[in-house]
């Protein structure tokens, strides 16, 4: 075949110039993120606090390398994580709606660290939330995603019996129902403090991973980026509905198992860091797909992975309030900027089905 | 003699329900084989168990030689290919589709190499669609997307390629052809193809042979014309108020006779009075003292013209709904 021929055909590779400049934007975000907070720092001590270099003033230097860079690289990890759960779901579902949050997986990690705070609420004062020492929080971290675990595999079960999507969507957001309203009453009959906690832990934060706290988080969400990474090709085939995906070779209760796997994963150790924060799952995937055009997964996979780390710090970015002392919930945040993410993705394409 | 189909005492059907067992059955190498069948017969059924889509209740499925049950389904992903019902309507475009046939054939990255690119476009180069390549797939017309499900599966470069109605919401013109692309596979590409199809006309006109299944899960094999000849194929479709016409090939409504007329004339102009005349349920007769009245074809510089004769009477009439509406109107 000669070289001129084979360039009439539509090539499979991505948009290369796109991806360079979602690195470099990503790189200004993540600097920004940086910089900006309730205390004023130079670019110059931002730039050596990071290389661990001592010209820095020594506060400075701690509020960079102990607050503001943990929080930057959890923002990352975060956006990309909640990105490839939710475009998983989205793919294995073939439903443009579906994410973490909409089918009740956060609720059952929200649920999972009700019941965790129930069983150690005797012990609530050496147990409270925002000194969680890494044990506890490794326990956090486990409850948040045993939770969504459970509540990933109700769904599947379900899935087995009903094809119809449509329905299985609203049986998901039941089971947010359902999960919700143990939640309340164990509210109910929780201690004022623990509720409190509990609340805090809802509204989202990426304040809360220290370093130590980071690692966990990073392999957790490494692992399962890598899974989902992993999955791409069969990702492809589910495209074309399971009877095709299984005609080219695919084992799909294997595959299925294992896009559990890798979402209960990422999600229930981002809430479990971070509180179940919403929207991101749902609307980068949409985004990306939008960007690239294409449905690729070896493609979506990476990229949606860049834009979600984008859209998180550049949400941390909007919560901080620049120039005021405090900030906004970062759910509060990623609400505001995904659901008209989500308008627009569905305004444009008309029919979200074909976005796939 | 090995042959790239063979099934051994299957039986197929859903959990306790048995739609068809003791099926023994082969295809040719080659040969382009319609499955046809009355709605709910299982045709579908029947290929999905073949396909391992679907458990089958016993008896065995062999390819080549080999049992099925045995293989893996990534060695199954390279023996059998599947078109099937369902819509696949996707941002994908036709190139990316036609890529994933070569998935069986690919690491797990699904890296293409050279071999498998131009696998896939002469894929889309035979079924006509190389100007469509970059088209996403819900762009596409149902002829042409069945035609990109039909070139994912010649990239999938499987010696047995299986069709669920390839045909079905296609309309004539793109069902011909559709029917007539697949028939050249098997003689151009020696592709083995077993489709269901609902089309019975079609099917006769284009199979080598058929696999007749009614709806008591019994199947008979054979070439069309020699089912026909043998009565089975009228049997089966057989409803009220619809006949199967022996001359044409073809099904009729069936009405209580009218009239019964008689007709002089040859031709094309004939075959077509006749087809308006049995619609509006007039019979013909061969003897004209039989007739309620007489009608004549004669063809004039490609012009037609029907003379009618009733009661000793003559009328002329230049066009053929003049001359139906006069019938009417009496």
Same mark, same amino acid.
């Not at chain 1, 990702?235 to 294997?254: C, D, P, S, T, W």
């Not at chain 1, 919403?278 to 985004?287: K, T």
């Not at chain 2, 994908?92 to 890296?111: E, F, H, I, K, Q």
């Given at each position: ?49 990071? +290389? ?24 990352? $990890? ?43 609420? *005797? ?26 675990? $459970? ?18 969507? =609203? ?6 129902? @359902? ?15 623990? @509720?409190?906690?509990?609340?805090? +832990? ?21 692992? #399962?980026?890598? @899974? ?28 299925? @198992? ?58 941390? %970015? ?8 405090? !900030? ?19 305004? /444009? ?8 | ?8 005492? $299957?039986? =197929?059907?859903?959990?306790?329900? =048995? ?56 060695? $199954? ?23 994933? *046939? ?5 690491? +797990?990255?699904?890296?293409? /190499? ?18 469509? !390549? ?8 149902? #002829? ?18 299986? %069709? ?50 009614? #709806?008591?899960? /019994? ?52 075959? +077509? ?26 063809? /004039? ?30």
């Amino acid at each position: 075949m000669s070289k001129t021929d084979s360039n009439t055909w539509p090539g499979l590779g991505p948009k290369w110039g796109l991806i360079l400049a979602l690195f470099v934007l990503l790189f200004v975000f993540f600097i920004l993120d940086l910089l900006l907070g309730s205390v004023q720092i130079s670019i110059g001590d931002v730039w050596a606090s990071l +290389w661990g270099s001592d010209s820095a003033p020594r506060v400075e230097r701690n509020i960079i390398q102990k607050i503001r860079l943990p929080k930057a690289l959890t923002a990352i $990890l975060v956006g990309a994580g909640l990105s490839v759960g939710g475009l998983q779901m989205q793919t294995l579902f073939r439903n443009p709606l579906a994410g973490p949050s909409v089918l009740g997986i956060s609720s059952g990690a929200s649920l999972g660290v009700a019941l965790l705070m129930f069983v150690l609420g *005797g012990s609530g004062a050496i147990w409270g939330f925002a000194n969680l020492e890494i044990s506890g929080s490794s326990l956090l971290v486990l409850a948040a995603s045993l939770g969504a675990a $459970l509540i990933f595999f109700l769904i599947l079960l379900l899935s087995y019996r009903i094809r119809d999507n449509v329905v299985l969507l =609203i049986l998901g957001i039941m089971m947010g129902f @359902i999960t919700s309203s143990l939640v309340s009453i164990w509210q109910y009959f929780s201690d004022p403090g623990l @509720i409190q906690d509990y609340l805090i +832990w809802t509204f989202g934060s990426l304040g809360g991973v220290s370093r130590e706290k980071l690692l966990i988080l990073s392999i957790c969400v490494g692992i #399962g980026v890598f @899974i989902a990474f992993l999955l791409s090709k069969a990702l492809n085939m589910l495209l074309l509905g399971e009877n095709y995906a299984r005609g080219l070779g695919l084992h799909i209760q294997q595959t299925r @198992i294992w896009i559990i796997l890798s979402t209960s994963l990422l999600t229930g150790s981002i809430v479990g860091f971070c509180g179940p924060i919403g929207f991101i799952g749902i609307a980068v995937p949409h985004l990306t797909r939008s960007l690239f055009n294409t449905s690729d997964h070896r493609i979506l996979i990476p990229t949606s992975c860049l834009i979600g780390a984008i859209i998180m710090l550049g949400c941390d %970015l909007i919560a901080q309030l620049p120039g005021y002392s405090i !900030a906004l919930p970062i759910n509060a945040v990623t609400a505001l900027i995904g659901a008209p993410v989500v308008i627009v993705v569905i305004l /444009k394409r008309r029919n979200l089905q074909r976005s796939f | 003699m090995k042959h790239p189909l063979q099934i051994k005492d $299957l039986c =197929i059907g859903y959990g306790n329900k =048995i739609i068809a067992k003791d099926l023994n059955l082969h295809v040719e190498k080659g040969e382009l084989l319609c499955l046809i069948g009355p709605n709910g017969a299982g045709k579908s059924t029947l290929l999905k168990s073949i396909s391992s889509l679907q458990k089958k209740l016993g008896g065995s499925v062999l390819l080549n030689g080999e049992e099925l049950e045995k293989m893996s389904t990534k060695e $199954l992903a390279r023996k059998i290919s599947l078109v099937l019902t369902e819509r696949v309507d996707s941002n994908l475009n036709v190139y990316s589709l036609v890529s994933m *046939g070569r998935y069986p054939y690919t690491a +797990w990255t699904g890296r293409m /190499k050279e071999e498998d690119k131009a696998f896939i476009q002469r894929a889309i180069k035979e079924t006509g669609l190389k100007e469509l !390549a970059s088209r996403p797939l819900y762009q596409l017309s149902d #002829g042409e997307r069945q035609k990109a499900m039909i070139a994912k599966a010649l990239a999938q470069d499987t010696p047995l390629i299986l %069709l669920d109605e390839p045909t079905a919401h296609l309309d004539i013109p793109n069902r011909m052809e559709l029917l007539s692309l697949l028939r050249r596979l098997t003689r151009a590409e020696g592709k083995t193809i077993l489709l269901s199809i609902h089309d019975l006309e079609a099917a006769l006109q284009i199979a080598d042979r058929v696999w007749l299944m009614d #709806g008591e899960g /019994k199947i008979e094999a054979g070439i069309p014309e020699e089912l026909i000849l043998k009565g089975k194929v009228q049997k089966i479709f057989s409803a009220k108020d619809l006949e199967f016409d022996m001359q044409v090939g073809s099904f009729r409504l069936l009405q209580s006779s009218r009239a019964k007329v008689f007709i002089e004339g040859m031709g094309i102009g004939k075959i +077509w009075t006749i087809r308006a005349l049995l619609r509006l349920g007039y019979e013909l007769t061969e003897k004209a003292q039989e007739a309620r009245f007489e009608i004549s074809i004669e063809s /004039k510089e490609d012009q037609y013209q029907w003379r009618l004769i009733r009661h000793q009477k003559e009328q002329e009439f230049t066009s053929l709904s003049a001359l139906l509406g006069y019938l009417e109107k009496s």
